[in-house]
């Protein structure tokens, strides 16, 4: 069975600095793709980076960037210079090769202090 | 504003009554995905259609729901006979249907209360 790890509940982060997001997953599969989704209270999911299971470079998406360690098998999420408006919800998901819907996290929430 | 959109965004209702929410997803995409989140958890995934067809359901879709997407474009949601524990954050995502591991897009979300 898949399963997403994600093991930090919540955490404080100071403006400007950075922050890694942990998660952390299990699977037989060889073949997946690692998703990152940023949920603030208005309750949208907004997508941030991909990472395939395949992919040799590590993912990066303007502050964003994802620390992929296949053999470790996760998938860890840096946010630099963080911003007051990065205070969310953030979700580790995946999904399959045969099989299209996504499986999540259960999420770590972030709060940036001025 | 071309994303994915739900409508309501919000829902307040008495246990026992019927409920319906709808999906626009992206134009011209043909998969739609509809989950569940209840408060503090991740989302869960309900079901998802490819067109108008249903491919795939899981076992929290219980026969109190239905999914349809009749010309696979917009998808409606019905829940019959609520339940206070249906009260959760029903979301609902697109992709262009052209393989597996594509980027879901969700919609805003719409909030059940079942009081």
């Known amino acids: 069975a898949q399963k997403i790890t994600q093991t930090q509940p919540g955490m404080f982060v100071q403006e400007k600095e950075a922050v890694t997001l942990d998660c952390t997953y299990d699977?037989?599969?060889?073949?997946?793709?690692l998703f990152w989704y940023k949920q603030p209270s208005s309750g949208e999911m907004i997508f941030l980076i991909y990472q395939g299971s395949y992919d040799q470079q590590n993912a990066t998406e303007g502050r964003y960037s994802l620390n992929f360690q296949k053999a470790r098998k996760s998938a860890n999420l840096v946010i630099s210079a963080s911003q007051l408006g990065d205070s969310a919800m953030y979700f580790c998901a995946m999904s399959f090769s045969n099989d299209y819907k996504l499986s999540f996290g259960a999420g770590t929430t972030v709060t940036v202090r001025a | 504003d071309t994303g994915v959109s739900q409508d309501p965004r919000h829902k307040i209702t008495k246990r026992g009554q019927n409920v319906t929410f709808r999906c626009d997803p992206i134009?011209?995409?043909?998969?739609l995905y509809w989950y569940r989140q209840t408060l503090g958890q991740g989302p869960e995934f309900l079901t998802y259609?490819?067109?108008?067809?249903?491919?795939?359901k899981s076992r929290l879709l219980s026969d109190r729901f239905s999914a349809e997407r009749p010309k696979g474009s917009f998808s409606t949601l019905e829940i019959q006979r609520t339940e206070q524990g249906d009260s959760a954050m029903y979301l609902c995502?697109?992709?262009?249907?052209?393989?597996?591991?594509?980027?879901?897009?969700f919609g805003p979300g719409t909030r059940l209360l079942v009081l």
């Open positions: 699977t037989s599969d060889p073949s997946y793709g």
């Open positions: 995502a697109s992709t262009p249907g052209q393989g597996p591991r594509e980027t879901q897009y």
């Open positions: 134009s011209e995409h043909n998969r």
């Open positions: 259609f490819q067109n108008e067809a249903q491919l795939e």
